[in-house]
């Protein structure tokens, strides 16, 4: 096996982790939330998940977003309402505090993009997307 086919995985380990550092920082910066944090923001924005939908949406355990949402709603970007058939359930919706605060981070994802533009150049920017987005869809 050639030796960039046995570090592709510890490359993408890499570029992910210094990506996602990176760009939480700006996101704190901006609005105060993480790029996980964001991601929910986005989901939730869609409207009538529950914190299980959440969890699926995200890839994520339902105790770390359970975790999340009582920050989110701590915060108040994020409001709990009952759920239309489910008496245990709650539906989760954004808040115009979370309206604001997406508002307020999408000059720094578009920075971002832009950025990643400038080094893979657009075909590569739209390749790299694709292949991403295969990827964190492929059931491991």
Same mark, same amino acid.
């Given at each position: 096996m050639p030796?960039?086919?046995q570090r592709l995985f510890f490359l993408l380990q890499q570029a992910a982790h210094r990506l996602r550092v990176a760009a939480d920082r700006r996101c704190l910066a901006a609005a105060g939330i993480t790029t996980a944090q964001l991601g929910a923001l986005f989901a939730?924005?869609?409207?009538g998940?529950?914190?299980?939908d959440l969890a699926a949406r995200l890839g994520q355990r339902e105790s770390a977003? !359970? @975790?999340m949402v009582t920050?989110?709603?701590e915060a108040r970007l994020v409001a709990k309402q009952p759920h239309p058939r489910e008496h245990r359930a709650v539906v989760l919706q954004l808040t115009a505090a979370g309206e604001e605060a997406l508002t307020r981070v999408a000059p720094e994802i578009e920075e971002f993009n832009a950025q990643l533009r400038a080094v893979l150049g657009e075909a590569g920017f739209r390749q !790299? @997307?694709?292949a991403v987005g295969k990827l964190a869809r492929e059931e491991w």
């Open positions: 030796e960039s086919d939730v924005r869609e409207g998940l529950t914190q299980r977003v !359970t @975790a920050r989110l709603v !790299t @997307a694709e």
